[in-house]
C-alpha cells in the first residue's frame, strides 16, 4: 500500500469513528432525563419488571423513581404530568382508563413488553372438582363461599369489573360482596381457605408464582368482564406524551423490554417465595441469564452517550 493510500485509509476510519462517536452522543439523553419517574400498584409483577428496569437504568447512569400508586392514581399522575412510565397497562382489563388517557391524548404506547397473560375468577381444585368451573356454577354455591369475592387494592379496575358484574346480576350475584385488600392479603386468604379445604372464589392471573404454589382452576364464563381466553392479557409499556421525545434513548430501552410468564414467575417467586428485595432477585435474574442483555439494550446508550451493554455488564459485573 503507497503512501496515498494509506492516508486515504486512515482518513476513511477517522471519519468512521467521528461518525459513531456522534451517533452515541446523539443518542445520549438529556439530564433532564436523568430520573425517570415511574409507578407501581403494588403488584409483585410490575414490582419485579421495575426492579429489572431499575437495575439496567442504574448501569446506563439513569435513577429510577418509583412510587406506590393505584392505577386510577397512577395514569391522573401520567396524565398530569407526575409520571413518565409505567409498565403495567394490562389489556384488555384497563381499557377504560386507556380510552380516558387517549381522549386526553395523555399517553405514548411503547411497547407490549408480555404476552400470554391471563387475569380473572379462580378457585382452588377441590372447588371446581365439586363443580364450580365457570361463573354461572357461583350463585348455586353462595353459602359455602360465603358470598364473597375476593379482590385486590381498592380502585383497581379488575375489581370494579367484579363490582359492575354484582351491582348488573349477572349471574345472580346480587348481594354479593368484593372483599378490596391487596395481592398479598387476598393470597394469604387463599392460603388460609386452602389449608383448611374452604371454599374461596378470588382474583387470579399469570405471570405469577400463584400458579405453582396453589392448584387452581380459572373459571370459564366471564369473557364479557374479563376478555375472552381466561381473560388472556397483553401487557402494555406506557409513556407519557412528548416523554420519548424528549427522552429518545431511554425511551428506546423500554421500547426494547419485552418480558415472557417464565422470567416474570421466576422473579417473582424470588421476591415472595425467597423473601428477596427486588433490586436483589433483579441482579441474581439478570447475572443468571445475560443473554437477555443484548436484545435488551440494542441501540441503547448511557445518559453520557458511551455505549450501553459494556456499562451494564459491568455495573452487574458480568
Request: charged letters at 20%; one cysteine or more; aromatic letters at 8%.
Amino acid at each position: 500500500m503507497n503512501r496515498f493510500a494509506r492516508a486515504a485509509c486512515a482518513l476513511s476510519i477517522s471519519l468512521l469513528s467521528t461518525s459513531l462517536l456522534a451517533g452515541a452522543a446523539a443518542a445520549a439523553d438529556a439530564p433532564a432525563c436523568r430520573t425517570i419517574r415511574m409507578s407501581d400498584p403494588g403488584w409483585t409483577d410490575i414490582t419485579s419488571t421495575n426492579a429489572i428496569a431499575g437495575v439496567l437504568l442504574a448501569g446506563l447512569g439513569y435513577t429510577q423513581d418509583v412510587k406506590t400508586l393505584s392505577v386510577p392514581i397512577g395514569y391522573e399522575s401520567m396524565k398530569n404530568g407526575n409520571l413518565d412510565v409505567f409498565l403495567g397497562n394490562w389489556m384488555p382489563a384497563q381499557q377504560k382508563f386507556i380510552d380516558a388517557l387517549n381522549e386526553a391524548k395523555a399517553v405514548e404506547v411503547l411497547a407490549t413488553n408480555l404476552s400470554g397473560a391471563k387475569f380473572t375468577l379462580a378457585v382452588p381444585n377441590y372447588v371446581a372438582e365439586a363443580g364450580v368451573k365457570d361463573f354461572k356454577d357461583l350463585t348455586a354455591n353462595a353459602d359455602k363461599f360465603g358470598k364473597q369475592i375476593y379482590g385486590i387494592e381498592p380502585g383497581a379496575p379488575a375489581n370494579a369489573n367484579i363490582q359492575k358484574m354484582i351491582d348488573a346480576n349477572d349471574f345472580g350475584l346480587t348481594g354479593w360482596k368484593v372483599v378490596e385488600s391487596g395481592e398479598q392479603a387476598m393470597l394469604a386468604q387463599v392460603k388460609r381457605s386452602a389449608n383448611g379445604k374452604g371454599w374461596i372464589v378470588f382474583l387470579a392471573w399469570a405471570p405469577h408464582p400463584m400458579n405453582e404454589t396453589f392448584d387452581i382452576t380459572y373459571l370459564s364464563g366471564g369473557d364479557a368482564y374479563f376478555g375472552p381466553n381466561y381473560g388472556g392479557a397483553d401487557v402494555r409499556t406506557l409513556a407519557r406524551t412528548g416523554w420519548p421525545a424528549q427522552c429518545p434513548n431511554a425511551a428506546t430501552f423500554f421500547k426494547n423490554l419485552k418480558f415472557d410468564l417464565s422470567m416474570e414467575n421466576a422473579m417473582m417467586g424470588k421476591i415472595l417465595d425467597e423473601g428477596l428485595e427486588p433490586a436483589a432477585a433483579a441482579k441474581a435474574w439478570l447475572k443468571a441469564h445475560p443473554e437477555v442483555l443484548e436484545p435488551w439494550l440494542a441501540g441503547v446508550t448511557t445518559l453520557d452517550g458511551k455505549p450501553g451493554l459494556p456499562a451494564v455488564k459491568a455495573a452487574l459485573g458480568i
